[in-house]
C-alpha cells in the first residue's frame, strides 16, 4: 500500500443502537418530516 | 415587444426561461440556446454511474416543453457574443453554431435586448494529461459519460467475482477541482455496490482529492450543529470513510493520468504514483469558450470575463489576501461588469475568490478546491435574474432588482447509495449560508441550526424525492413553479 494513503482509525464509529436507528423506518420516518421543514425553511430563507 | 436570448438549459438557464415565460406576457419573446437536445439532472447521474439507472431516468428532450410553453429553442452552441452590436448588425446579439442533426454546423446571429449567459462549466479534462473518457479515467459529469462509467464499473466488478482484486480510485483530476460532494458520493455508491455484489472485502477503494481534509467540500469545512454540540464535517465524514473502509489520499494534484496510474504531486511537494483498475476522476472547470467583441469588432474577451472564462459581474474581484475575505464580495444581481442588459446564472459567473484557503505546493503548484458551484445556487440565481428581467420589461427602470447572494442561501448535498426505499443509505449535509459571514454568524461563519449533517434512511428517501420532484418541476408539469430551486 502506497504511504500517501490515509485510514481514518481514529474516527468515531457509530454504536449498534445508531446504525438500528439509521434504518428504523418509524424512526427514519420522523427525521423525513423534520429534514424537509428544515430544507423548506433554509429554502425560504434564501429566495428574495 | 422584447426579446431575451438565455444561453444555455441547465439548471439556471432552463429555470431562467420557465419562469420568465411564466412571468412575460407572450409578445416578448423567450429564446433558448443550447448545444444539447436533452435536459439532464445530472445529481442523479450518481446513479447512472453505478448501473441503478439508466439515461432516460435522468434526462428528457428540451424541445417539446419549449413547443408547449412558446419559448424558441436552438439546439446549437454560443460561439461569440457581440453585446454592442457588429459593423453589419448593429443591434446586440451573439454568434451560434447549430448541432442538431438537421442544421448541423450552420451559423446564425440571434439578436436580443436582454441576454443571460447560463452556460454552466466547460469541463476541462485537458487540464491534466490523460484525464477523462478521452484518456484514461472515467467521469459521471453528464448522463452520456455516466453510462460508460457504469459499464466499465461492471467489468471490474466481473474481474473480482472471477477472484481478481481491484483498485477502485475515484476523485479529483486536478488539484484546483471542485464537486467534491459528486466524488464523495459517488464513491459511496460504489462502494456499496461493491457489498451488494457480495466482492467488497476483495476490492480496495480509495478517494482521491485536492482538499487538505476531509470534509473540506471546498468550502473550508463546516461546522454542525447536533444535539451533542457541534461536529466538524471533517469528523463526520472521516467517520463514513473509516465506518466502510474507505481510504483516501489527501491535498493531491493530479499531474496526469496513465493507462492504470496517477502521478500526482502533494501539497508538501512530494510526488507519488497510485495503481487503479477503476479511475472516475473530476475534471477541474472553467469558463465555456466564448469570445466577446466590441462593436468595432475588437476582441474585448478579457473586460468581461476573468482569466477563468466565466463572466465577471457584481462581486469585488480586488486581490485581497485570505483573512480579508468578505461575505459581501460575493455577487448579489449578477449583471455584467459591462452591460446593464446581460447577467450570468449559475455556475457561469465568476467566484471573487475561493472559500477554501489557498494553499501551494513548494514547487508552486495550486492545490486548494475551487468554490463549490451547487445546484441550488444556480435555480435560486437564475429565477433572480428572470425576476430581474421581467420587472425590468415591464416597468423599465422602476422595475426591482431581485438578488440572490450564496452568502444569504444555503445548500444541499445528500449522498445516498442505492435507489430502493428500504435498502438506500444516505448522509444529508445542508450548509447556511454557503459563502461563511463571520461577521453575521461568528467564527464559523455559519448559522450551525441550518447546517447539519443526517445520515439514514429519510436523507436517501430526500434524495430520491428531489430527483422526482426536480424532473417534474423542469418538465414544466402543471404548478411546477410551485417546487422551489
Ligand atoms: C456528477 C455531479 C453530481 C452533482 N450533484 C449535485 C447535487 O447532489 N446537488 C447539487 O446541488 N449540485 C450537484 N451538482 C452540481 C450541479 O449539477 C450544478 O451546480 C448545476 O448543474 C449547475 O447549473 P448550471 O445551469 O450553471 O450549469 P449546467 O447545468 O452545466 O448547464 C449548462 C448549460 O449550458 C449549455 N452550454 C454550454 N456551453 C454553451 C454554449 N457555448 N452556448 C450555449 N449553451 C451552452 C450546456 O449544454 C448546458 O445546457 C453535481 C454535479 C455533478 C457533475
Sequence with gaps: MNDNVTTFPDAPQPDA???????????????????????ITMVNKGHH | MARTVIMGAGIAGHTAALHLRRMLPKEHEVVVVAPNSKWNWIPSNIWVGVGQMDTKQVTFPLAPIYKRKGIEFHQALATEWHGDGSAELPRPHITVKYTSPQRQGETAHLEYDYLINATGPKLNFAATP???????SWSVCTAGHAEQTAKALAESIGKLKQGQPQTFLIGMGHGTC???????????????????EGVRDRAEVIYITNESSLG???????????????VPSQM???????????????????????PGAVHYELLDGTKGEQRFDFAMLLPPFRGVDLTAYDAAGEDITDQVFAPSGFMKVDADYSPKPYEQWEASDWPKTYQSVKYDNVWAAGIAFAPPHQMSRPQQSPNGTMIAPAP???????????RAVAQTIAERIKHGSAGRVHTASMAEMGAACIASAGTGWRDGKAAAMTVFPIIPDKRKYGESGRDTQETYGEIGLSAHWMKVMLHHLFIYKAKARPFWYLIPE
Design chain 2, 216 to 230: 473540506d467540500f471546498g468550502m473550508d469545512g463546516m461546522n454542525f450543529g447536533s444535539k451533542d454540540g457541534v
Design chain 2, 372 to 382: 463549490p458551484r451547487t445546484g441550488m445556487p444556480s435555480g435560486v440565481i437564475g
Design chain 2, 130 to 136: 490523460g484525464l477523462g473518457p478521452d484518456g484514461n
Design chain 1, 17 to 39: 443502537k445508531q446504525i438500528k436507528a439509521r434504518t428504523s423506518v418509524l424512526k427514519q420516518g420522523w427525521r423525513f418530516a423534520v429534514l424537509n421543514l428544515k430544507m
Design chain 2, 236 to 258: 463526520f465524514t472521516e467517520s463514513l470513510f473509516a465506518e466502510r473502509g474507505v481510504k483516501a489520499i489527501l491535498a493531491a494534484h493530479v499531474e496526469r493520468v496513465e
Design chain 2, 178 to 196: 471542485t464537486c467534491q460532494g459528486a466524488a464523495f458520493e459517488y464513491t459511496f455508491n460504489v462502494e456499496d455496490q461493491l457489498v451488494k
